[in-house]
């Protein structure tokens, strides 16, 4: 099952009064389970096509489907309430909030789900452990380092059972080590979990991992390959 | 945990906040004080024009008060005055002879109320013989006493022991005088009732003006302020052709300070809290400016606007209600302190006795105003995050990712 589809995608801004085409005519099916990685170069398309699919932009025209439903068309509260149901994120400057603990960063995201403090403590420190943070739980962002607070990002991204992960350049400002060891923890959830993960990235080490690449040009798909 | 990010976010620039924490309690203490001071001036005021002359209520005949005509007199003067003081809440009571008469001295004159009191009774409802300052309250055997206030005696030109002629009506229509000796000269805080007040025995009234047992006025002092007006209704219903007047209507220029005192320490409460609201909702500002990008993320993440909302409005009740606390205890100590020691206006006491007030000035607060001022400093944090609340939840979160 698709868990997202996208149908003639389009993204056009103004730009000094002169139109530009960001995402152009985008028609993509993602499925179930998929580790997929968008790439292209600076200015392709790739963070305003996943801004879109993540419900934080809204597209010129064309459709988005999440799970089944139509978000292109929802109102600003209820994508909030969809975002926070269905989609996790993770940015390229982890983007943590600073003055909660490693562990409380990742029950934020339940606790606006409303989730039982039991519940949240019970999950944030399983996924913790699953990112191998389980002895840094009580350390605030500027105790860890860059690769440990991405891993917090990632337990807050799933922290809220999404239908899929959206990762904008996960990996940009990592060094190979805590790059290659996110991506590996990364790999394991979607196979264990059967997560399912939307890079856009330039990082060959995320390229290289991914089981299906879009090359987005100029806004538009210049291949779709996916590998075995 | 929404509380929980919203206390730590105070205090995540703690120069900044302590800061603002500085000035908030600042403004909190200055502001308390000049309100315990304008109420202590206030109730000193009401304290020494009850005490030391209008005690808590009086009894007239009709239009005695806006004619003071000699023959205006209480009928069964002494019998009403027992009545009186079987009252349960009367603590004590006195009657007067009260005429309008000259007070002359060898050099001038100067025109006077005279009172003609029972000195053991007066002693029950005004406070003028611990005022004495030279002499004694009519303890001196002598004939025609008199005691005066200090204001006369300078105007008079007269010490001690000098004798004063008082020239007025008497009750047959002539003009009658008499000689009298000082035997006391007293100074209260006001010092326009110290020139215009003599005592004398009531006896001596009676004999140089041919008043008898004649009495114009009835003062009474009741167990308590609460009990002023019931006394009062009291006495207006069993003697419906007499005036029967309390302090505020004796001395309204009194009750009108004492009353608007309140509101104008309500008024500068306000212009304080105003004023703070700028300063709170440019730190406030700043902060949510320095973290727009954050506030982006957690909008990006499913955080709602009202929770955003919450959260900036937490931050500053937290922020100002540090600060206020702060100041409250302050304000409280100081007044606490104040209060017993006094501050001494003898700098300006001449202006002071001019309007009846004392020189030391003993702030005072109740102790029921200061959650008063807890629940204002909460609606001024209200006002002030409104603006930077707007700001945080208005930001489009894309934008806010990418740009900070």
């Known amino acids: 099952m698709a868990v997202i589809k996208t149908d003639h995608l389009s993204r056009v801004y103004e730009d000094h009064g002169v139109p530009v085409k960001a995402v152009d005519d985008v028609s993509l099916s993602i499925e179930e389970g998929e580790f997929t990685a968008i790439v292209g170069p600076s200015g392709s398309g790739k963070t305003t096509f996943l801004n879109m699919v993540g419900g934080l932009d809204a597209p010129s025209s064309g459709t988005i489907e999440v799970d089944g439903k139509q978000i292109s068309q929802m109102k600003q509260n209820e994508l909030i309430g969809f975002r926070l149901r269905h989609i996790g994120f993770v940015f390229q400057a982890y983007n943590l909030i600073p003055v909660l603990t490693a562990k409380e960063n990742v029950e934020f995201i339940m606790l606006l789900q409303k989730k039982s403090k039991a519940e949240r403590d019970k999950r944030a420190t399983e996924l913790l452990d699953a990112v191998g943070l389980g002895d840094r739980l009580g350390r605030r962002p500027h105790e860890l380092s860059g690769g440990q607070q991405q891993r917090v990002a990632v337990a807050r991204a799933l922290a809220s059972m999404p239908s899929f992960v959206l990762a904008d350049e996960p990996t940009a400002n990592l060094d190979s080590t805590s790059a290659e060891n996110l991506l590996d923890i990364m790999e394991r959830l979607n196979k264990e979990q059967k997560m399912t993960f939307v890079f856009s990235t330039h990082d060959p080490r995320v390229v290289a991992r991914a089981h299906r690449v879009v090359t987005l040009r100029d806004g538009a798909i210049e291949s779709d390959e996916t590998r075995s | ?404």
């Open chain 2, 1 to 404: 945990m929404i509380w929980s990010i919203a206390w730590r976010n105070v205090w995540r620039n703690g120069k900044r906040s302590g800061i603002l924490i500085g000035a908030i309690a600042f403004g909190i203490w200055a502001g308390l004080l000049m309100v315990a001071l304008m109420n202590g001036m206030a109730e000193q005021q009401v304290k020494a024009a009850i005490e030391t002359r209008t005690s808590h209520i009086q009894i007239h005949s009709e239009g005695f008060r806006s004619h003071r005509d000699i023959k205006s007199i209480i009928p069964q003067g002494d019998s009403l005055l027992t009545a009186v003081r079987n009252m349960d809440e009367v603590v004590g009571a006195a009657e007067r002879a009260v005429l309008t008469a000259m007070a002359s001295s060898a050099t001038t004159g100067s025109g006077i109320q005279l009172i003609g009191i029972d000195p053991d009774a007066e002693k029950q409802v005004t406070d003028v013989y611990t005022k004495v300052i030279e002499g004694d309250y009519f303890e001196t055997k002598k004939r025609n006493p008199v005691i005066i206030g200090k204001e006369l005696a300078d105007k008079l030109g007269v010490q001690l022991g000098k004798k004063i002629v008082l020239t007025g009506q008497a009750k047959d229509g002539s003009i009658a005088a008499g000689a009298f000796r000082i035997v006391g000269i007293y100074q209260t805080v006001n010092s326009m009732y110290d020139e215009m007040t003599v005592f004398v025995k009531r006896s001596d009234v009676a004999k140089t003006f041919g008043i008898g047992d004649d009495v114009h006025e009835i003062a009474i002092v009741v167990n308590g302020i609460a009990a002023i007006d019931p006394v009062a209704k009291t006495l207006r219903d069993s003697n419906p052709s007499l005036e029967v007047a309390t302090w505020r209507n004796l001395s309204p220029e009194v009750a009108l300070t004492k009353d608007s005192t309140a509101q104008m320490n309500e008024i500068f409460m306000i212009v304080i809290l105003i004023a703070l609201i700028f300063g709170i909702t440019n730190t406030m500002l700043m902060g949510v400016l320095e973290r727009m990008r954050e506030l982006g993320v957690i909008i990006a993440l499913g955080m709602k606007h009202g929770m955003i909302f919450l959260m900036v409005l937490l931050e500053t009740v937290f922020l100002s209600l540090v600060g206020g606390l702060l100041g409250i205890i302050l304000g409280w100590g100081t007044v606490e302190l104040l209060g017993k020691s006094g501050i001494d206006l003898s700098a300006v006491s001449s202006g002071l006795a001019a309007f009846g007030m004392d020189t030391v000035i003993y702030p005072q607060m109740a102790a029921s105003e200061y959650p008063v001022v807890v629940f204002l400093v909460i609606i001024t944090a209200i006002v002030a995050s409104i603006y930077p609340g707007l700001k945080a939840i208005r930001l489009n979160p894309i934008q806010a990712i990418r740009t900070y």
